[in-house]
């Protein structure tokens, strides 16, 4: 018997997923933040979990981008939200053996922008990612002192092969160990293994970078107050900041004016 991937998502607080349950797991990790509930475009990020729609930047400005801090609305089937510069539309449907979630967004042709599903999961110390061997792999400046290596002077990123960029090996998720680093690995898929409990997750996109962002937070962030959290993170774009975007670094809006794109997610193993 199939056993169903139920979604929930928060229209009025940033179209947040906030559950991913299968056969009794859940797969999100989630926060208290009361302070979720006042926020407006502009507003510092405030980290509630579960999986966030980070569109039109991760990092940078405005931070986690413009549909957190917005409330979504719903039109027939698909789940929207409009922001300054664009319109975001998701529209989820349940699959065999998992969810999809097809997207489009409508903008003036040329648009530059990042997405990323940036979903904190709830995995265990011994929970491991597998992604395309050899892929390429960008590291960011919080990487340095776990390097052994001077960072090239005023480089916003260096960029190694997967499973071991320049050395750091990422695809353990590990203990605490005061540590956070992220990655972006050009690779449209991965699956997570945490004991015998998978999750695939794949983004599809004509025409567009694709990529998957890493966030591998053990308790080494926010400065002051760090707790553990651990981001899988398919996406649209090579960088965490659009406005360190090279030419092919961003997805861009063509003649039509819209850019769509599919993210799936399955309990079942498609290992690359």
């Given at each position: ?9 928060d ?24 302070e ?10 405030v980290?509630?979990g ?25 039109e ?10 664009f ?11 998992g969810?999809?979630?097809?997207y ?11 997405w ?20 390429p ?6 990487a340095a ?12 990123w ?51 970078p ?6 591998r ?26 406005a ?13 004016g ?15």
């Amino acid at each position: 018997m199939t056993v169903p991937l139920d979604v929930v998502t928060d229209l009025l607080h940033g179209g947040r997923w906030t559950s991913l349950r299968h056969a009794g797991r859940e797969w999100l990790w989630r926060r208290e933040s009361p302070e979720r509930d006042g926020v407006a475009p502009g507003d510092a990020f405030v980290d509630a979990g579960g999986l966030e729609e980070c569109v039109p930047t991760v990092r940078g400005t405005p931070d986690h981008g413009d549909a957190w801090s917005r409330a979504w609305t719903r039109e027939g089937d698909g789940e929207s939200v409009r922001c300054d510069d664009f319109t975001l539309t998701r529209t989820l449907r349940t699959t065999p053996d998992g969810v999809e979630a097809a997207y489009v967004l409508t903008a003036e042709p040329g648009f530059r922008f990042l997405w990323a599903a940036h979903a904190l999961l709830d995995l265990s110390e011994e929970a491991f990612l597998k992604a395309p061997e050899g892929a390429p792999a960008r590291l960011f400046p919080e990487a340095a002192p776990l390097l052994g290596r001077p960072w090239p002077d005023g480089a916003p990123w260096v960029e190694g092969v997967w499973p071991a960029p320049l050395g750091l090996c990422l695809d353990r998720f590990g203990p605490d160990d005061g540590t956070a680093v992220g990655a972006v690995v050009a690779a449209g898929r991965c699956c997570v293994h945490d004991g015998d409990d998978r999750l695939a997750l794949a983004v599809v996109a004509e025409g567009q970078p694709l990529s998957v962002a890493l966030w591998r937070n053990l308790g080494g962030f926010p400065a002051g107050r760090p707790y553990r959290s651990t981001g899988v993170e398919p996406m649209l774009g090579r960088v965490f900041d659009l406005a360190e975007a090279g030419p092919d670094d961003a997805a861009r809006v063509p003649a039509s004016g819209e850019v769509r794109w599919r993210l799936t997610v399955s309990t079942h193993c498609h290992c690359p």
